[in-house]
């Protein structure tokens, strides 16, 4: 399995993700005027500020050549994972509903947070247990929607950092082969430096892509 | 030659510098060349009250790779790979404006630290504020200045690792923001900032230049344009972090493409002052045409070009075969690159504006020839600073007075500051705020460099040299908690007017106790910055020598905690652990002045206890290390039963006060029985309330919610 990590100008967890990927498979850079996925099996977004963030994240970064072919890959049931700023940038491109607001402290916020799994049945979560803990970075991370929206992960109880709406913290489209989160699984893959649970989530990515070549 | 003109006071040169500079030049300098004058003789740049003290420090040492007088000291870490780090001030701007302030700061040490080439893997910052129980202001600084922080390392991605808070009444109108940055190079990447080779072309990469930061040359300004007020000058510069994110990966690449001579941030002064001292180092001369320097505001005069301070510029020497790859490697990082000039043999700084000469001056005038100044040191009669008004009342038991202590901004929980920081952004953070006494990061072959700042004024300034020889032993016995080596140090002087004489004598102490620690530890200063007339009508600062250091340690997965971490383990007293009520937080509580002298330090015993706890520590024998700093060992207890969610059950030694303090010196630590040697045995770790017998039972509940109240309160 090969997985894509987008680069944008400002991208910062670009090479954390890399570094996770890397322990289920392998792993291709892919800059933000690449026309090309260069074939690989399932693209992530990563975190960061894209573009500075400047405007409104992930705003600029829609625009990006590289996310034409990242629609266009989706479309085709191709998996895509945004992580953070990679989840403003998929709301931007229209690839996932609702929008990421400024937390309800209007301040940054790092924290290890537990997490409900609570959708196991998309190509993200299959391998994940029903709790994780993950830590979440960021300013703007508050999920708002104004429609029905497929949840896969929601904030534990007293465990909303940031006022999301009905404490959401992931959620996938229909189909389910795109699926953004605010917090950060590329950050708990070593007991090293963290905890590990986030591992499920590239685990998960990598049985999927196996079942797919098997069929 | 006499003084016909009043300018160059309004810059900030004596009339006796100015006659140097007359003779030296043999004409009277023009504008441009006033300006750039003026800021190389500044005390900011030419340290003219403190190079001489600085000459004292040890600089040299078995792993220094580069030491003091280049953008960033840097350490050899093995495996090929160097650490490269530095600390800097950025108070006076973070006083006018504190979000943008501490902004730049970081942005000013990334940049450090980049142009040697070395990649920021780490930022640790030391902050001082004013009592934020009283002052609305200081809550408005201290707000601010964090957000600035996280805005400026988040957005960059660099993990925000760890650092220091005081507040204290004397850093009322002179707040303090001290910036590390650490980075992580291949030994061969490391580059110096001499200009050489003539032919060789200088490059300027980075953000267009504006009018930011020309507070200091502001007069010439308003002379030269005949308008307008000067004070209405944008004199803060602005940070834009994505530009440095920009021009971070794209100096980084250059280097790893071997494209580069030399490269130098602009920081202060700007080009007068990067590009002159790359001059000066190297040895050669230089010519800039100011017409070529991509501008913000068209209309900019050479001496506003030459000076300004706008962020996120670097400049680099190229050869000339060489220029077009560089400019390549620029577009691709969407990083602008202009050639503005060339490197020459006339040992000269030649400023040109569109071919034309503006300015036209030595070298070696604008960086060596600047005065340097004796200080005139007198220790004080009577103690400088006041004590503030008590807040613990004297029949207080021991129980409220360890509540009182936790709950103070000075110890209470920094949770609601670090997170506001990514700490954990590159992943290499194996230990994050409130787990271990040091930032531990590890490194690609398993092995962890361990970081740590620290400053405590209060007792610096009832002895400034035993003070300071402190700050030095707080930091070491903070990587020894973690099992880490020290390999090198930096340090910030933040000081008030030493033109007085009692501050000068602080600094002259305090200087001094900084090198006999360096040379008691053998820990080489690899770099440093000094901020001087830190002072208000009210008196200066407390005396605020920050240090950081930088250690090493073989096993990242060993890195040491801060927290008890098993039902049973045993509690030891490890070091010369010598408490005094002088100068300790109980004192300034009870409204003490920070007064008297300080316990005296065993310095054989000190380096023995650091070297048990870290061998320990490295063979896991230790469960958890912590050092005994600010409240004594009653708060280093409580902090350990905090960390680790477990309780204590401890009986003191005869006659240890439990709230003084004597720090680097005493060490708690846990494990088993029988691991722990012949260590004083002072207790077990148990159930869910520090008990110390005779004294005080409080409920680990209780204790977190004293410690992780006693700032949220205050910033919210």
């Not at chain 2, 439990?658 to 494990?671: H, M, N, R, Y």
Request: net charge negative.
């Amino acid at each position: 399995m090969r997985v894509g990590v987008v680069r944008f100008p400002g991208s910062c967890d670009d090479v954390d993700a890399l570094l996770a990927a890397e322990r289920v498979g392998q792993t291709e850079l892919l800059w933000h005027k690449d026309r090309d996925l260069h074939g690989v099996d399932a693209v992530i977004v990563p975190g960061g500020f894209s573009y500075g963030d400047y405007l409104r994240a992930g705003a600029i970064a829609r625009f990006a050549p590289v996310m034409e072919e990242v629609v266009e890959f989706a479309a085709a049931g191709g998996l895509v994972l945004g992580i953070c700023n990679g989840f403003q940038v998929l709301c931007e491109a229209g690839l996932l509903p609702g929008a990421l607001l400024r937390n309800t402290s209007l301040k940054f916020v790092f924290r290890q947070v537990d997490l409900d799994v609570v959708d196991h049945d998309t190509p993200f979560t299959r391998e994940a247990p029903d709790r994780l803990s993950i830590p979440v970075k960021h300013t703007t991370g508050r999920y708002y929607t104004p429609e029905p929206v497929r949840v896969v992960l929601r904030y534990a109880t007293n465990h909303n950092p940031n006022g999301s709406q009905d404490d959401i913290a992931g959620v996938c489209n229909e189909a389910g082969n795109v699926f953004g989160l605010m917090p950060h699984p590329e950050h708990a893959v070593d007991p090293l430096t963290g905890s590990t649970d986030g591992l499920a989530i590239f685990e998960s990515i990598k049985a999927h892509v196996g079942d797919l070549v098997q069929a | 030659m006499s003084v016909t003109s009043s300018r160059h006071r309004e810059l900030g040169l004596t009339d006796s510098e100015y006659e140097l500079i007359l003779e030296g030049l043999g004409r009277e300098p023009r504008d441009v060349e006033l300006a750039m004058l003026s800021l190389m003789w500044s005390e900011h740049c030419a340290y003219k009250h403190s190079k001489r003290l600085l000459r004292r420090l040890p600089t040299e040492g078995r792993h220094v790779l580069v030491g003091p007088g280049e953008n960033a000291g840097a350490v050899d870490v093995g495996g090929g790979l160097a650490v490269a780090f530095k600390v800097e001030s950025h108070n006076h701007p973070s006083a006018v404006e504190p979000f943008q302030g501490a902004a730049t700061g970081v942005g000013g040490i990334l940049r450090d630290v980049f142009a040697v080439g070395a990649r920021p893997i780490a930022v640790l910052d030391s902050l001082r504020f004013g009592d934020v129980t009283q002052s609305a202001r200081s809550r408005y600084l201290l707000e601010h200045a964090v957000a600035g922080i996280g805005h400026y390392g988040n957005s960059i991605g660099v993990p925000t690792v760890g650092g220091e808070i005081y507040f204290e009444p004397s850093y009322e109108q002179n707040c303090l923001i001290n910036a590390m940055c650490v980075g992580l190079a291949p030994r061969e990447r490391l580059i110096r900032s001499a200009a050489a080779g003539p032919g060789n072309v200088l490059v300027l990469l980075g953000a267009l230049t504006g009018r930011d930061g020309i507070g200091g040359a502001s007069v010439l300004a308003s002379a030269e344009l005949g308008e307008g007020d000067a004070d209405k000058r944008p004199s803060v510069q602005i940070g834009d972090p994505f530009a440095e994110k920009k021009l971070l990966e794209c100096c980084l690449e250059l280097l790893d493409r071997g494209l580069l001579v030399s490269l130098q941030d602009l920081g202060a002064a700007g080009l007068t002052s990067s590009a002159s001292e790359m001059a000066s180092k190297g040895e050669v001369g230089l010519d800039i045409d100011v017409s070529s320097v991509p501008l913000r505001e068209a209309d900019m005069e050479p001496f506003e070009i030459m000076v300004s301070e706008s962020q996120e510029r670097m400049l680099c020497v190229v050869e000339p075969e060489r220029v077009g790859a560089v400019l390549e490697v620029c577009e691709h990082w969407e990083t602008l690159a202009t050639p503005i000039g060339q490197v020459t043999t006339s040992g000269r700084f030649r400023i040109l504006k569109r071919g034309e000469v503006v300015g036209d001056l030595p070298v070696g005038l604008l960086v060596d020839d600047c005065p340097l100044y004796d200080l005139e040191p007198a220790a004080p009669e009577a103690p400088l600073y006041p004590g503030t008004p008590p807040v613990l009342a004297s029949q207080a038991t021991p129980a409220e007075v360890l509540l009182t202590l936790l709950a103070s901004p000075n110890l209470a929980s920094r949770r609601p500051v670090f997170e506001q920081y990514d700490p954990v952004v590159q992943s290499r953070t194996v230990r994050r705020p409130e787990q271990a006494d040091a930032a531990v990061l590890a490194l690609p072959d398993g092995s962890a460099i361990a970081v740590s700042i620290d400053g405590n004024g209060r007792r610096v300034a009832c002895e400034p040299r035993a003070g300071a020889f402190e700050v030095v032993l707080e930091c070491a016995a903070n990587l020894a908690c973690v099992g880490a080596e020290p390999l090198g140090l930096t340090n910030c002087l933040n000081f008030g007017n030493p033109e007085k004489p009692h501050v000068a004598w602080q600094l002259k102490e305090a200087v001094e106790g900084l090198s006999e620690a360096c040379e008691s530890l053998d820990v080489p200063v690899v770099g440093g910055n000094v901020s001087l007339y830190n002072e208000s009508p009210d008196g200066p600062i407390l005396p605020s020598p920050v240090v950081g250091m930088v250690g090493k340690l073989p096993d990242a997965s060993r890195a040491g905690r801060l927290g008890f971490a098993r039902e049973g383990d045993v509690i030891a007293l490890v070091g010369p652990f010598q408490p005094a009520h002088t100068g300790s937080e109980l004192a300034k509580l009870q409204g003490q002045a920070p007064a008297g002298r300080l316990p005296f330090k065993d310095v054989p015993a000190i380096l023995d206890a650091q070297e048990k706890v870290r061998s320990m520590i490295r063979s896991q024998a230790l469960q958890n290390a912590h050092d005994i700093a600010e409240g004594g060992i009653a708060v280093a207890l409580a902090e350990c039963c905090l960390a680790g969610g477990l309780g204590a059950r401890v009986a003191l030694p005869e006659g240890l006060d439990p709230f003084g303090e004597d720090l680097g010196t005493g060490f708690v630590v846990s494990g088993d029985p029988e691991a722990l040697g012949d260590f004083p045995v002072i207790g077990r770790v148990e159930g869910k309330r520090l008990e110390i017998d005779g004294l005080l039972d409080v409920s680990v509940d209780k204790l977190q919610s004293a410690h992780s109240g006693g700032l949220d309160a205050l910033l919210r």
